[in-house]
């Protein structure tokens, strides 16, 4: 082989143009492999509420305010990859507005990334926007959510635990809804 095209060779090599036979790559078992899916998107209503701890626990109650309010809103779902077995992994946003039953106004905005079994168990991480119409405020929290989806025909009913870790203690809220693509 000449040097011209032994310089031509490794340069193919290099830059991945390597012919199909040399390129070996490893075999995905079926049940793990990624399947091609349209970015299924499932909305719909959320209610439950939210329990304060520590300093703002007591900060609520030397306001007048209990240490829990209810959270009304809607979740906004897009399954992003799902693989043969069932799993699928999630992004999620979700509006919520709290309070009202004690004349507050906290509105929040929560971004989850996170993974569902097969079986509807599930959970995510991510951040949590919140904004209090009196102290005219944004606070920010990191959440940690678990909890299970279960199909009823073409509804799914989540339900849902979530801790928001933040300055003055954390925040749990639990919420269940429904949703439908």
Not at 15 to 36: C, I, T, Y
Not at 111 to 134: I, K, M, Q, S, Y
């Amino acid at each position: 082989m000449s040097r011209a095209a032994l310089i031509i060779t490794a340069a193919a090599l290099l830059v991945g143009g390597a012919p199909a036979s040399a390129q070996s790559r490893p075999e995905v078992p079926a049940d793990q492999a990624v399947k091609k899916l349209p970015r299924q998107g499932l909305n719909g209503p959320r209610f439950g509420f939210t329990a304060f701890t520590g300093d703002v626990a007591e900060q609520r109650s030397s306001a007048d305010l209990e240490p829990i309010m209810s959270q009304f809103g809607w979740q906004f779902e897009n399954q992003v990859v799902s693989t043969n077995s069932g799993n699928r992994a999630l992004l999620e946003g979700l509006v919520l507005l709290g309070g009202l039953e004690q004349g507050e106004f906290n509105l929040s905005f929560a971004g989850l990334a996170g993974f569902r079994t097969e079986t509807g168990v599930e959970f995510g991480a991510g951040p949590n926007f919140n904004f209090n119409r009196d102290s005219e405020e944004w606070t920010t929290s990191m959440l940690v959510a678990a909890g299970a989806t279960m199909p009823f025909g073409d509804v799914y009913v989540p339900v849902n635990v979530a801790m928001g870790l933040a300055k003055g203690g954390p925040r749990i809220t639990a919420l269940m809804g429904w949703i439908i693509g």
